[in-house]
């Protein structure tokens, strides 16, 4: 099996101008995720490889909110964001969820700057079109990478809060899942990784519940409406088709508590499930 190092210079050939990736995760699952994962990822930096981490926050929103007494609802899944809402989720987003990462990692050898999409117009954005039900929600329209190549010619790797702002000042709240694919595709990089506590897209092969390798996008919604994805894999499987935006052609969902996951993605191990879109 190649290193991941290896994997990471053939990409650089294939039109990559760094020997980067990109990482999507919640915040739920980040927090759960054992140490050896914070050991690899560390591991991967000081091997020249410079990961990239968006993350999410949604429980932690929820709870937050609970707690202050504020209302929250979700329409089409999109949580509705009112001014107070827009207060808590940059305050756990940007704050808590943001920083708790960042030790972690360091904590594990690792270099880590945190950052949201508000600092220095990261990622502009703009209302969504139904901004009238949902309110300061926002899709991305741009991403300043020569911010986040900046922090990575520092040797650190970034992790970022999904807080967009448009050029008034205004603040938006971004899906994550939508947030990670657009850094992904400005920053060139055809695959992205998404990290959950799934080890893939399961199907009934023979009798048996079998991880799939590989599907597309079409097959995924094919599973769903026959209910061979069901349940709660149904919002993780749509999160992971967000991802791919732009330049992204493939998003690989594994599970982060499998040992060295990451070095083995890298490295061309065929684990977890693979979705990619079609021409």
């Excluded at 990559?16 to 990822?41: E, H, I, Q, W, Y």
């Excluded at 950052?115 to 009238?132: F, M, T």
């Excluded at 991403?143 to 992790?159: E, H, K």
């Excluded at 996008?217 to 994805?229: A, P």
Aim: proline content about 4%; charged content about 20%; glycine content about 12%.
């Amino acid at each position: 099996m190649q290193s991941a190092v290896e994997n990471a210079d053939q990409a650089n050939h294939a039109g990559l101008a760094r020997r980067n990736f990109v990482m999507k995760c919640g915040g739920s699952t980040l927090a759960a995720l054992p140490d050896s994962f914070f050991d690899d990822l560390a591991r991967l930096q000081s091997e020249g490889l410079q990961p990239v981490i968006v993350h999410g926050g949604g429980p932690a929103i929820s709870d937050n909110l609970a707690k202050l007494g504020i209302e929250t609802e979700f329409i089409n899944g999109l949580r509705k964001t009112t001014e107070p809402v827009l207060d808590v989720v940059e305050m756990v987003l940007a704050g808590s969820i943001n920083k708790q990462i960042v030790r972690r990692i360091g904590m594990h050898g690792g270099r880590a700057l945190g950052l949201s999409g508000s600092d220095g117009y990261l990622i502009e954005a703009k209302p969504v079109s139904n901004a009238a039900e949902v309110g300061w929600v926002g899709e991305v329209t741009s991403v300043q990478a020569s911010i986040i190549t900046g922090v990575l010619d520092m040797n650190y790797m970034p992790v970022i809060a999904p807080i967009g702002i448009d050029r008034s000042g205004q603040r938006y709240n971004i899906n994550a899942d939508t947030a990670a694919g657009a850094v992904a595709s400005h920053l060139g990089v055809s695959r992205m990784i998404v990290v959950t506590d799934v080890p893939g897209i399961l199907k009934k092969i023979g009798g048996e519940k079998k991880v799939l390798d590989s599907i597309t996008v079409q097959e995924i919604e094919d599973m769903i409406s026959t209910g061979e994805i069901y349940g709660g894999m149904i919002p993780k499987v749509r999160a992971a088709i967000a991802c791919i935006h732009g330049k992204v052609r493939e998003v690989v969902i594994v599970n982060g508590s499998e040992p060295q996951v990451l070095s083995r993605v890298l490295g061309g191990e065929a684990i977890g499930t693979r979705i990619v879109r079609m021409q």
